[in-house]
């Protein structure tokens, strides 16, 4: 993934990076932290205090004013270490510390136009094998940038992780997407959601957005076939359901998988379309693409689901 996939990538809500050496990291995460503080946002960062040296260091040569920003509480510094000590003194998180934290923090940043969080506790403590207590760290704060609209960005080194796929498979469930990841952790892929109006332009605005996703994703080669399919069921969405739809497309080990949800509970079907219907024909484009699919529903609607093979490289 090239600088500006990544650049792209950090606007999800809440991203994991997973690095191979911590320079690579250093350099991202200051080109992170230096676009918030650009756009006048605050950024928390609870990292260790050799990276927050190293941070401080590499935005003032980015140009950014670092004790100013500093002392206006627009960038915002936490010892990830001291605060591991206070949230996890018996192994498991203590939420009231956790919020009491949060809160404190967020109450500093406040009246800013945006709250970017970027840390690496979590990272200490799956290098503590103390996994679980990473998971609900996550957790708790997913819960949290939800309720305060705040973007979440979260660092792993590489080692720490392997031998953990099953523990992988929830970190992928809790974020939107990952900015970076070494070719043994390729299968973790990403995940990119967005929501779309029931209008006659979001299908052909979904299928763009599948297009950049796939593109940052070095996915060229199902581009067609993956906007396709998009662009026929948000297109069914808006014909059929009278219903606005949301696109979510995950990479995994397996492949790529492509979600369309809208807010009808009715099960469509691939009907034999007339050669000269205008209509009818999505179904059967999707089937013919697919390596497999499906509907899932619920209270809320349905989800249609298509899963693609996707080219070794």
């Known amino acids: 993934m090239d600088e500006r996939s990544r650049?792209?990538?950090?606007?999800?809500?809440?991203?994991?990076?997973?690095?191979?050496?911590?320079?690579?990291?250093?350099?991202?995460?200051?080109?992170?932290?230096?676009?918030?503080l650009r756009a006048d946002e605050a950024v928390i960062v609870i990292a260790s205090r050799a990276r927050l040296s190293a941070l401080a260091g590499l935005l003032a040569a980015e140009g950014v004013e670092v004790d100013r920003c500093?002392?206006?509480?627009?960038?915002?510094?936490?010892?990830?270490?001291a605060l591991y000590r206070g949230l996890f003194s018996d192994g498991s998180l203590d939420l009231d510390s956790f919020l009491t934290m949060a809160e404190e923090m967020a109450g500093l940043a406040e009246g800013r136009p945006g709250v970017r969080v970027a840390g690496e506790l979590v990272d200490l403590l799956w290098s503590d094998a103390n996994v679980l207590g990473a998971l609900a760290l996550e957790e708790a704060w997913a819960a949290f940038a939800r309720a305060r609209g705040f973007e979440l960005y979260c660092c792993y080194c590489a080692d720490n992780l392997l031998g953990s796929e099953h523990e992988l498979a929830e970190l992928q469930r809790i974020h939107d997407d990952v900015v970076a990841a070494p070719e043994h952790f390729a299968w973790?892929?990403?995940?990119?959601?967005?929501?779309?109006?029931?209008?006659?332009?979001s299908p052909r605005a979904a299928r763009r957005f599948a297009g950049e996703v796939l593109e940052s994703w070095d996915l060229g080669e199902e581009m067609d076939s993956a906007g396709l399919i998009v662009s026929e069921l948000g297109t069914n969405a808006i014909l059929h359901a009278d219903s606005a739809f949301e696109v979510a497309l995950t990479r995994s080990k397996e492949g790529l998988r492509i979600a369309?949800?809208?807010?009808?509970?009715?099960?469509p079907v691939a009907p034999r379309p007339n050669a000269s219907s205008a209509t009818g024909r999505g179904l059967g484009i999707v089937a013919s693409l697919?390596?497999?699919w499906g509907v899932e529903t619920g209270p809320g609607g349905k989800t249609v689901w298509v899963e693609l093979a996707v080219t070794t490289r």
């Open 7 to 36: 650049t792209v990538a950090l606007r999800e809500n809440h991203v994991i990076d997973i690095y191979d050496e911590s320079a690579d990291l250093d350099r991202r995460l200051a080109g992170y932290v230096a676009s918030g």
């Open 70 to 81: 500093r002392s206006e509480h627009m960038l915002i510094e936490s010892d990830a270490e």
């Open 188 to 201: 973790l892929g990403c995940r990119a959601i967005r929501a779309f109006p029931g209008a006659v332009g």
């Open 260 to 267: 369309v949800t809208d807010s009808s509970p009715t099960v």
């Open 290 to 292: 697919a390596r497999q």
